[in-house]
């Protein structure tokens, strides 16, 4: 009797231990989980009641949106970066507007239901946009309309889950019901309760656990157990697919800039033009940027076109940025009304002189101009377009600081994509070099080709070079077109050495304590420049620029133009 009593008694403490552990030492969180209910505000740094959780694409965003009469706005940030960012924003002035294949619509955004399209006048059920404390929110049925997107929206907390992919999206089902937990672990808090055969993408894995994100927008984790087969759902987007059509010549592009800084300039058209064989476009220097108001400087001449299309020769007047140092690209460009002066500006010229295109040439950008940069092309493509205007832009090749120039978004509107394939030493360079070596050019072909379609990529091609002067460690460099630099090399005796790599001849000698070197620029090196062109199936080639020259060099040219007219007329 007595050992049963013992016995009892062990196993009641036993009990009350157990108990006591599992109530207050965390044993049930180990055994089976933790019941903590997650505080969401917190974890999802919802601010207050019209804070809402987005996510696109599955991503969890930084930024929350907010929520207003039961609509759903997302920061203009994000939608730039996340949706489209063909949604640009004038701080200054308070207009939206979004560009479309053939036309540009535009709303004074801010607590109006009203936009226009064209002329045409339409109308939301919500405002179409909210201010906020350092940014403005966009309305999602605003967003849908024009982006090609779906959403779902969700309550407690408040949610909105984008998606710009269409067509068969593959999830995991649930084998069983699940708890989301902020954490990786069972003592981790609940977010929310999932139902068997609820919908996950998983975005993270981990030994035992997943992060996964619901389809309506909640991220978390839960553990990869719970995960079973993967299922399909197909999305169809409603909308019309987008078509950009674009001015393109039969024949391949045969460019010459030619450079003109006066009205005088202009006389001497037949000059720089009675040695060149198979040219079909020129592009004078004529416009520059002149105010901030988006006025421009002119040096435009009817008889310098009429002379040019006696030749069958178009002409394409280029506009820089460059000229006047206190002008602001950004002001410019960041402002609608001084944005569409501008435009306004080039497309009266272009009309008044009869010219066939309008070539852009805007350099030295920052991150501050660069959504505002794309927005005048699209803006500028609408009216080129419907004044039968050729218009391409220049570009240097892509590298991590030329990402602003959304060269992908200008092949879409604008009809060409001329890439300046040189200056890969310029002035300024701490090391002599070539100014275009074939690997550099090539690289540069490649590269712009993963944005750019070859039938809309004119490849730019250098007739001048550098000659470089290194004294006492220190470099500088003067700009040779191609007699000057073989003029050059003679008075100084200097011997020219091909380098097979770089497809080039080079030249050193030493003079008054100074080694000069120079990379040439002459038959041979353009033929190899003139080959990619030619391999790559491109539009054809621009050449900077008249008068830098060796007349010679136009039979070269001339032999690969007539050659790719005759395989295109082959094919």
Known sequence: MIRRLVILV??????????????NLGLSDKVIGSHEKSDISTYYGLT????????????????NGIISDGEAYLPLHL????????????????????????????????????YSVGKEEKELTHPIAIAGTDTIYLSMEFVEGLAD???????????????????????????????????????????????????????EEFDNWVGVTTEDGLTGYIPKSDLGEETTR??????????????????????????????????????????TKNVNVISPTWFYLNGNDGSIQSFCSADYVTACHDQGIEVWGLVSNLENPNVDTAIVLNRTSTRDTLINNLIGAAIQYDLDGINVDFEALNSKVGYSFIEFIRELSIK????????????YPPSSYTELYFRDEQAKFADYVILMAYDEHFTGSEEAGSVASLPYVTE???????????????????????????????????????????????DNQATQTWLEDENQYYAEYDKADSRYQIWLEEEKSISAKLDVMKEKNLAGAAFWKLSYEDSSIWDTIAGYMEQNENDSGNN
């Open 10 to 23: 062990v196993i009641v403490v036993a009990v009350v231990a157990l108990v006591y552990a599992w109530k």
């Open 79 to 114: 939608v730039q970066s996340k949706i489209s960012n063909r949604f640009f924003w004038d701080g200054d002035e308070k207009v939206l507007r979004y560009v479309t294949p053939t036309d540009v619509i535009s709303t004074q955004a801010l607590d109006t239901n009203v």
């Open 234 to 275: 197909t999305y169809t987007s409603e909308k019309e697919e987008e078509v950009f059509s674009h001015l393109l010549r039969d024949e391949k592009i045969c460019l010459a800039w030619h450079q003109v800084t006066n009205e005088v300039a202009n006389t001497y058209l037949s000059d720089v033009l009675n040695s």
């Open 384 to 395: 080129c377009e419907k004044n039968d205007l050729v218009l391409s832009v220049d570009n």
């Open 149 to 203: 997107i779906h959403y779902e929206q969700g309550e407690e907390p408040n949610r909105v889950a984008v998606s710009t992919e269409w067509g068969d999206i593959t999830y995991r089902k649930l084998k069983h019901s699940s708890s989301l937990r902020e954490k990786g672990g069972i003592r981790s808090a609940i977010i929310a309760s999932l139902e068997k055969d609820s919908l996950v993408t998983v975005t």
């Open 48 to 63: 207050d009641d019209a804070s809402m959780i987005v996510t696109v694409n599955n991503e969890r965003s930084d930024e």
């Open 444 to 490: 540069s072909v490649n590269n712009t080709l993963e944005e750019v379609p070859a039938e809309q990529l004119v490849l730019g091609i250098p007739f001048y070079t550098r000659l470089w002067k290194t004294t006492a460690g220190t470099v500088t460099s003067e700009n040779m077109g191609m007699a000057d630099a073989q003029k050059n090399l003679s």
